[in-house]
């Protein structure tokens, strides 16, 4: 029997290796690199009706979630940016849960969305192979937590986001009986 914790985290929580190798972070960029295309894949065929099923009890529908991968990760690639050009910026937070009410994230297609994860993955992974050593330690802190987090640990927080969230909206196709995986 599913638990809402299993609901929440069908993959577990983001456990940070200690240290990051080169090869983590590779293996994340990865991910980034392959996201667009997977859940494209997934969603594109989807009909509204299922685009507006919750992906859990008390859970965004499908194409809230959709739309907020997007904002999650625009916000990631601009906190790479601000990393990478100011010294350990505190970021801006966002409450995600008031945007994921807002109208275009209930109601707009979500095609929108899949071409702006498609843009920001592209220019995401283009800067992350990019990045030196050096720059892969730089960090931000996070406001809500005053976490210091380095950039290589948030290429890992975006990989696990990504299947995250892929997860929950395999997870609830099968639940509904619309796919096998």
């Not at 991968?69 to 008031?98: C, G, M």
Request: proline content about 6%.
């Amino acid at each position: 029997m599913e638990t809402l914790e299993s609901l929440k985290y069908p993959i577990g929580q983001f456990e940070c290796p200690n240290p990051i190798t080169d090869k983590d972070v590779k293996a994340w960029i990865d991910v980034l690199n392959r996201f667009p295309s997977r859940l494209n894949a997934l969603v594109k065929p989807l009909t509204d009706f299922q685009l507006d099923t919750e992906y859990r009890p008390e859970g965004w529908t499908i194409r809230q979630l959709v739309h907020h991968i997007a904002d999650s990760h625009h916000h990631s690639y601009t906190r790479f940016k601000w990393s990478l050009t100011e010294d350990t910026p505190v970021i801006k937070a966002y409450n995600q849960d008031n945007w994921s009410n807002l109208e275009d994230a209930i109601n707009a297609p979500v095609s929108m969305s899949l071409l702006h994860i498609e843009a920001v993955h592209k220019r995401l992974v283009y800067l992350l192979k990019s990045l030196s050593e050096t720059d892969l330690n730089k960090s931000f802190i996070h406001p809500e937590t005053n976490k210091v987090v380095p950039l290589k640990e948030n290429i890992g927080i975006y990989a696990w986001h990504s299947n995250h969230h892929f997860a929950h909206i395999v997870k609830a196709l099968e639940r509904k009986g619309w796919i096998k995986m």
